[in-house]
């Protein structure tokens, strides 16, 4: 499967922001999703994960009722609602698929930069 991010930007702090991944393939519904981000001189880390099937969702701390992950199965597409950002959300985002029966995602979009301004 390939990936491409989108909707990315500047966005001052408690705003909202939406980002997209396009999934091409017609197995859309074999992978679990997740988004990850990476800030400036920091490792990439956990945003978010949603189940092939949309069934269950699970957040990071820094995530919970703020951010959520949503996927649309017939349209390939899936989604990061970002609510109420803060300056630390600022980061390179990535959406990533992972086979059902893998733990790690091997499937990584190019990424879409979030900038939250205080």
């Known amino acids: 499967v390939q990936l491409q991010a989108s909707g990315g930007g500047l966005v001052q702090a408690g705003g909202s922001l939406r980002l997209s991944c396009a999934a091409s393939?017609?197995?859309?519904?074999?992978?679990?999703m997740g988004w990850f981000r990476q800030a400036p001189g920091k490792e990439r880390e956990f945003v978010a994960a949603?189940?092939?099937?949309?069934?269950?969702?699970n957040y990071a701390d820094s995530a919970k009722g703020r951010f959520s992950i949503s996927r649309n199965i017939a349209e390939n597409m899936l989604y990061l609602q970002m609510n109420s950002l803060k300056p630390e959300d600022t980061a390179v985002y990535y959406c990533?698929?992972?086979?059902?029966?893998?733990?790690?995602?091997?499937?990584w979009g190019q990424g879409t930069l979030v900038t939250v301004s205080s």
């Open positions: 990533a698929a992972r086979t059902r029966l893998r733990v790690s995602y091997g499937y």
């Open positions: 393939g017609r197995t859309f519904n074999l992978y679990n």
């Open positions: 949603i189940r092939w099937d949309g069934g269950e969702t």
